[in-house]
């Protein structure tokens, strides 16, 4: 194990990537640059995540096992299930009604600190954000599309329209977005800690505007918030030992698809082949994910136990080269981001932070300028589904962030956003780089497939970029697929990223051409800062 590591930073948005590196470059821990760049991507990226959301960790020190961080908040200690169900089937879509859990991800900032601290003050990793939030962002083509697609559904919402749709229209690529009141809040969290986003005057600031509102979050809710330490799901494959979050997200189903298309890798001989294979992977896995996962205090078994060698061979049995599952079956859209890092002392982190659909409910808190969440639309209403709305209770997350410890010795964070996409586009990047031996960059820039809905479609076909479906498409609808093509490079497929470390302490790292952004590495020495190269 080398004792002096190459630094590398990923990200959806190229500002969030360069905060990031220049913490790491500074001498920061993994876990200082990712806050750096949490807190700089919550401003760039509005419509996909925000300090109103949540966010989960994995960080893995050198020669230690990984601990993950659950930044989930829960619904108010007040929700009235009764009282939503008089209002319709479902819950509501938009507004204060809808904006039901707790925001967690500033608390896994805190807990991530405490895990793996270093020397940065608060200050250096807060700062840059909030000058950003009152400079103002360049809108780019992404934050365009999600003003347009949300224009209906929070059009109607004052705060919401003054930021985001100015004088009622759509936001257009290299228009600018202010937020001061963001920018006195991240300043706020740099003087006063983050805790004061929980049981603060923050914490106070924050209820008082979500009960104006018309959310049943109180100021009780915020006092009660914690993030948690937990231990990571595991699955071992031929590959090495494969790390996700367990509940209340999909990271079993993530860990399941790779673990089942290990034990039939070997009838893959061709393109079609993997896609095939991979996707009745991801049927078996959304099967039981969609059947078990919930809040942990309501599973029915541990979720570790759906990765035993029993539960793979059998779902691995159920799968057939030549003849696919018949779907379609319910999906979730869920847009997000995932970053990754590597400290100068070999510690990685994989990082997602999220507030659901484009813009979360839609609320924006006056005073803060925090723009609240929508997992809500993660709970039923249905008494007897597992993850029936309950005060107090978490709702099943699409977020999941992936680590991996090679048989090699290398070690490897990788993720992506996407809602459904999530498990699918990890999927893919690890088999291309691992199983087929695709570079890195490629692994993540060749074409992709999406099986189910994503960014709140209701299409559940098997969809592949354009390239893809010239070279498979006739194969697999062969094989019973009904597959249809998007455009290549296509933000519908997630905005994936992966950084791997080696044995002798380097490091490759890529991000997303579908995305905004990109990757750097460097190295930090006796204080000297590098500027990285774009990957």
């Not at 807060?126 to 962002?137: D, M, R």
């Not at 990271?251 to 673990?259: N, P, R, T, Y």
Request: charged fraction near 15%; include cysteine.
């Amino acid at each position: 194990m080398s004792d002096q590591y190459q630094t590398a930073f990923t990200a959806p948005h190229h500002v969030a990537a360069q905060t990031g590196q220049q913490i790491l470059d500074a001498g920061g821990t993994a876990s200082e640059a990712m806050v750096a760049a949490a807190a700089m991507i919550a401003v760039q990226y509005p419509h996909m995540n925000g300090l109103g959301g949540d966010s989960f960790w994995l960080i893995a020190k050198a020669g230690e096992l990984p601990v993950a961080i659950d930044g989930c908040g829960a619904a108010a200690q007040g929700a009235n299930v009764t009282a939503y169900r008089a209002q319709g089937e479902t819950l509501p879509d938009h507004g204060g009604p809808a904006a039901i859990t707790m925001a967690g991800t500033v608390s896994a900032w805190q807990k991530a600190l405490a895990v793996n601290p270093g020397r940065m003050n608060l200050t250096d990793l807060l700062y840059p954000a909030a000058a950003a939030a009152e400079q103002g962002i360049e809108v780019t083509e992404s934050l365009a599309a999600a003003s347009e697609k949300t224009r209906d559904r929070l059009g109607g919402l004052a705060a919401f329209a003054q930021d985001f749709l100015p004088g009622g229209k759509t936001l257009q690529p290299g228009n600018k977005v202010v937020n001061p009141a963001l920018a006195a809040t991240l300043r706020t969290l740099a003087e006063k800690g983050l805790d004061d986003f929980y049981r603060g005057g923050l914490a106070h600031s924050m209820a008082r505007d979500l009960a104006a509102a018309g959310s049943p979050l109180t100021i009780e809710d915020f006092h009660a918030h914690q993030a948690a330490v937990t231990t990571p799901l595991t699955a071992g494959t031929s590959k090495g030992q494969l790390y996700n979050f367990g509940a209340p997200t999909q990271g079993v189903a993530s860990l399941l698809i790779l673990a089942i298309y290990d034990r039939l890798a070997a009838q893959a001989t061709t393109e079609t082949d993997h896609i095939h294979l991979l996707v009745e992977a991801t049927k078996q896995a959304f099967l039981i994910r969609d059947r078990e996962v919930c809040d942990e205090g309501c599973l029915t078994r541990p979720l570790q136990s759906w990765l035993d060698e029993t539960v793979v061979q059998q779902c691995a049995a159920q799968i057939s080269l030549t003849q696919a599952l018949p779907w379609p079956h319910q999906a979730r859209p869920g847009d997000t981001v995932w970053m990754g890092a590597t400290d100068q002392y070999g510690t990685m982190v994989s990082f997602i932070q999220s507030i659901y659909w484009e813009f979360g409910s839609g609320v924006v808190l006056p005073q803060s300028g925090v723009l609240w969440n929508i997992r809500s639309q993660s709970f039923s209403l249905a008494d007897s589904h597992h993850n029936v709305l309950a005060p107090g209770k978490k709702p099943f997350h699409t977020l999941n962030p992936a680590y991996a410890e090679l048989s090699d010795g290398r070690r490897m964070v990788y993720g992506t956003m996407g809602g459904e996409g999530q498990p699918q586009t990890q999927a893919c990047l690890f088999s291309r780089h691992h199983y087929q031996n695709y570079p890195l960059r490629d692994a993540v820039v060749a074409p992709r497939w999406l099986l189910g809905r994503t960014w709140g479609d209701d299409t559940h076909n098997l969809r592949l970029e354009q390239a893809l479906y010239d070279q498979c498409a006739d194969a697999l609808k062969q094989r019973g697929h009904n597959v249809t093509p998007v455009a290549n490079q296509n933000e519908l497929m997630g905005h994936a990223g992966a950084i791997v470390l080696d044995t002798q302490g380097k490091v490759a790292a890529t991000s997303d051409p579908r995305s905004d952004g990109t990757s750097f590495t460097g190295v930090c020495d006796a204080g000297t800062r590098f500027n990285g190269e774009n990957q």
